[in-house]
Nanobody, 123 residues
Framework: VQLQASGGGLVQAGGSLRLSCAASGGTFSGYAMGWFRQAPGAVREFVATIGWSDGRATYYADSVKGRFTISRDNTKNTVYLQMNSLKPEDTAVYYC????????????????WGQGTLVTVSS
């Protein structure tokens, strides 16, 4: 499975961005998808995950709950991360990842990773 993340950029605090992650090379609906982020000098951290197939199962890091929304469109083989009310501390490289079926908050449990897209939130 190949993953291509896009949609990052520079935004002011309080603004919004939508990240996309397009998948190819596998049966997209069979994979749980996750978003992680890594700020400079920090470890990669969990942001959100969505379950396989209909994507009814979604889970979020406490730091983004209520501001970010993960969704998937299996007809487009794409997972999205809608980010609202952005804060400077959301600045990071955002990565999408895939693993078979079950969701996970643990980066090591994901088999496939995209290249990352940079989100910069100015104060």
């Amino acid at each position: 499975v190949q993953l291509q993340a896009s949609g990052g950029g520079l935004v002011q605090a309080g603004g919004s961005l939508r990240l996309s992650c397009a998948a190819s090379g596998g049966t997209f609906s069979g994979y749980a998808m996750g978003w992680f982020r890594q700020a400079p000098g920090a470890v990669r951290e969990f942001v959100a995950t969505i379950g396989w197939s209909d994507g009814r199962a979604t889970y979020y890091a406490d730091s983004v709950k209520g501001r970010f929304t993960i969704s998937r469109d299996n007809t487009k083989n794409t997972v999205y991360l809608q980010m609202n009310s952005l804060k400077p501390e959301d600045t990071a490289v955002y990565y999408c990842a895939a693993r078979p079926r079950l969701t996970s908050r643990i980066a090591l449990e994901y088999e496939y990773w995209g290249q990352g897209t940079l989100v910069t939130v100015s104060s």
